[in-house]
């Protein structure tokens, strides 16, 4: 079974994400922990990250970096929250 990690701040929104990947037969591993990603990537070797660009603590582009400098054949799709429509 394939493994994906969602990194975001709000939870909700993890939660969401997690449910449909689940959904669709994926093993889904959740964190709101910008800090301890390098970490949590490490210990449960995702096949993908769905990462959020804006994380409160933490940009997801430096972030992303970390990822790329150790884990640079791990594909990883950059998310962005729309608060408002216009």
Do not use: F
């Amino acid at each position: 079974m394939k493994k994906v990690l969602v990194a975001d701040d709000e939870d909700a929104l993890c939660q969401l994400y997690a449910k449909e990947l689940r959904n669709e037969g994926y093993e889904v591993i959740t964190t709101n922990d910008g800090a301890g990603l390098i970490k949590i990537i490490k210990q449960h070797k995702p096949d993908l990250i769905v990462l959020d660009i804006r994380m409160d603590e933490y940009n997801g582009l430096d972030l992303l970096q970390d990822i790329r400098n150790t884990y640079y054949n791990t594909p990883v799709i950059l998310c962005k929250e729309i608060s408002s429509w216009h």
